[in-house]
């Protein structure tokens, strides 16, 4: 099973408890042991265990070994805390956009093309499931990781990002929220680098409207998306090509995710 069908094994997505591991994970010199770490965060060993592994997913820290990423670094740097609104968006987007987060990226993916959607409609995304894992895990799993992505955008810290609102037994989707720009572009860049490495050019229609664009993921309708382009290109980050048959953006050969996000940071 080439999936994860619960981000933090039905835990809620408290960031209290989510920055505690990050920042004592990363304050250490060295590997942290997970007596070390329920020591420090106040946590059981199964639930720091639980958000290391969460983390990881996210490229914050290595599988398996779980040591420091370049992007955890940067991260830790400058908002060791996980507050920022350009933290959030990118952790918004590294998980919903990574397909091994079977729950989390499906959902995200549809909730693009919806305006509002029921708790019920969204498990029904899931039917295809059934054979394929245990029945408990049907029954139990897909509805509770379902519950754990409502209430992480209606209640938790990831509400900052405006993307989902409950409205009595329905759930609103709102669209075209102010993702930063340099944000817009480190998520482009990871999609490059997931799916065209080394591409120096992207058709603009696909990084609008493609499963796990950054317009999908973070729900930004065409004319926004291209908008927002234009504002990259107008800053000389970018360029648009348009003329004859081609319709997309051009990178420069330096430009590099971490690089980005760090500029970001520095305003």
């Given at each position: 099973?080439?999936?994860k069908?619960?981000?933090?094994?039905?835990?809620?997505?408290?960031?209290?408890?989510?920055?505690s591991?990050f920042?004592s994970r990363?304050?250490?010199?060295?590997?942290?042991?997970?007596?070390?770490?329920?020591e420090?965060?106040?946590?059981?060993?199964?639930?720091?265990?639980?958000?290391?592994?969460?983390?990881?997913?996210?490229?914050?820290?290595?599988?398996?070994t779980?040591?420091k990423?370049?992007l955890?670094?940067?991260i830790?740097?400058?908002?060791?805390f996980?507050?920022?609104?350009?933290?959030?968006?990118?952790?918004?987007?590294l998980?919903?956009?990574?397909?091994f987060?079977?729950?989390?990226?499906?959902?995200m993916?549809?909730l693009y093309?919806?305006?509002?959607?029921?708790r019920?409609?969204?498990?029904?995304?899931?039917?295809?499931?059934q054979?394929?894992?245990s029945d408990?895990t049907?029954?139990h799993?897909?509805?509770?990781?379902?519950?754990?992505?409502?209430?992480a955008?209606c209640?938790?810290?990831?509400?900052?990002?405006?993307?989902?609102?409950?409205?009595?037994?329905?759930?609103?989707?709102?669209?075209?929220?102010?993702?930063?720009?340099?944000?817009?572009?480190?998520a482009?860049?990871?999609?490059?680098?997931?799916y065209?490495?080394?591409?120096?050019?992207?058709?603009i229609?696909?990084?609008c409207?493609?499963?796990?664009?950054?317009?999908?993921?973070?729900?930004?309708?065409?004319?926004?998306m291209r908008?927002?382009?234009e504002?990259?290109?107008n800053?000389?980050?970018?360029?648009?090509?348009s003329?004859?048959?081609?319709?997309?953006?051009?990178?420069?050969?330096?430009?590099?995710?971490?690089?980005?996000?760090?500029?970001y940071?520095?305003?």
């Amino acid at each position: 099973m080439n999936y994860k069908i619960q981000a933090l094994n039905g835990f809620n997505m408290y960031f209290d408890q989510i920055t505690s591991v990050f920042k004592s994970r990363y304050e250490a010199d060295k590997n942290i042991d997970l007596d070390q770490l329920a020591e420090v965060t106040g946590l059981n060993r199964r639930k720091a265990r639980t958000i290391l592994n969460f983390l990881a997913d996210l490229g914050l820290s290595q599988k398996r070994t779980l040591a420091k990423t370049n992007l955890g670094n940067i991260i830790f740097k400058y908002d060791g805390f996980l507050q920022s609104e350009g933290t959030l968006w990118i952790m918004h987007y590294l998980q919903s956009a990574n397909e091994f987060m079977l729950i989390w990226n499906k959902v995200m993916n549809t909730l693009y093309s919806k305006d509002t959607i029921i708790r019920e409609d969204i498990i029904k995304l899931f039917e295809n499931l059934q054979g394929q894992v245990s029945d408990y895990t049907y029954k139990h799993h897909v509805g509770q990781e379902v519950r754990v992505l409502l209430d992480a955008y209606c209640n938790q810290r990831f509400s900052k990002l405006n993307l989902i609102e409950k409205e009595d037994d329905y759930y609103t989707v709102h669209r075209n929220s102010d993702v930063p720009d340099l944000i817009l572009l480190c998520a482009i860049i990871l999609y490059r680098d997931n799916y065209y490495p080394g591409a120096t050019a992207l058709n603009i229609d696909e990084l609008c409207n493609a499963n796990n664009s950054p317009g999908r993921i973070f729900i930004l309708d065409e004319h926004i998306m291209r908008k927002k382009l234009e504002g990259l290109k107008n800053t000389g980050i970018i360029n648009i090509e348009s003329r004859g048959d081609l319709d997309q953006i051009r990178f420069r050969e330096e430009l590099k995710f971490e690089s980005v996000l760090e500029e970001y940071y520095l305003g």
